[in-house]
């Protein structure tokens, strides 16, 4: 009986998690203001599949952020409220993404028009937000309030470190992605993953106060994001020693960014952890 019961629950979970998804589709739709299904299945647009993709994969990681309470029949109703919680932040914070790290760019036109970089930002911006928001639901205490505000912490800072990452590498993301380069893409999406895997460590856990919470979050968001920049730079001498991150992105060397970003995106998993002990 207990098997079936959980089983049943499974099953009711991901039909919810389906409709989801599907809601997200729609209002991602009446958005852009194109059709983007023709774009995707007619016309190959890799752009729109890359902000499709970032999409769905985000809001799927802040749900399993969601399922941490528990996925039994009785928290149905919690996680369905969750869930449309998740889809509200998801799109005002897209909004807020696009003003403030692409800033004075027409991600829809460039996006219908395929540009690629614009696609990896975006989807980039949505898995790093999905993260974030699996650590904000991560852990007991504290309730919707304490979920919104660590997660809009988590967010400013993750913008703060990006801004930061262009000043040390000389290079201007709206300038690179109107001009079509794919490695700035690569770059900008890659950093914004990496710094939400180390941010969602110092958001995810029981809530233990507001004073001890806030302080416990923003020492170890610093410390984490300051080890990632200073290990960064040593994989950049290291790693690339005929060339730098810096010449990469202004020379359009793809292939020295995606290596860069995999060491990144591994060093950010090994700090994440290492923080949260």
């Known amino acids: 009986m207990e098997n079936m019961e959980r089983y049943g629950s499974v099953i009711l979970y991901l039909v919810i998690v389906f409709i989801i998804l599907f809601l997200s589709k729609k209002i991602a739709d009446l958005l852009t203001r194109f059709d983007d299904d023709l774009a995707i299945d007619r016309e190959g647009n890799l752009a729109v599949g890359l902000r499709r993709f970032g999409l769905y994969t985000g809001i799927c990681i802040a749900l399993v952020g969601i399922m941490s309470e528990g996925t039994s029949l009785r928290n149905i109703l919690n996680f369905c409220l969750s869930g449309a919680l998740v889809i509200v932040l998801f799109f005002a914070t897209y909004y807020i993404n696009d003003y403030v790290i692409l800033r004075g760019v027409r991600n829809n036109e460039l996006v219908k028009l395929g540009n690629v970089p614009t696609g990896l930002v975006e989807a980039g911006g949505f898995i790093a937000t999905g993260i974030l928001l699996n650590g904000a639901f991560t852990g007991e205490g504290g309730g919707i309030a304490s979920a919104i505000v ?34 700035a893409g690569i770059s900008v999406a890659g950093i914004l993953v990496s710094y939400s895997i180390i941010l969602r460590s110092s958001i995810a856990g029981n809530f233990i106060g507001w004073a001890e ?52 995106l591994s060093l950010s998993l090994a700090i994440s952890r290492l923080i949260s002990f």
């Open 150 to 183: 660590f997660f809009l912490l988590g967010q400013t800072i993750m913008v703060l470190a990006l801004t930061i990452h262009q000043k040390m590498y000389s290079f201007n993301i709206v300038e690179e992605v109107k001009d079509g380069n794919t490695g």
């Open 213 to 264: 919470g806030l302080g416990s979050f923003l020492l170890s968001a610093f410390t984490g994001i300051i080890a990632l920049l200073v290990f960064q730079k040593l994989a950049d001498i290291i790693f690339l020693p005929k060339t730098t991150i810096t010449e990469g992105i202004k020379n359009r060397n793809t292939a020295s960014l995606v290596l860069v970003q995999g060491i990144t």
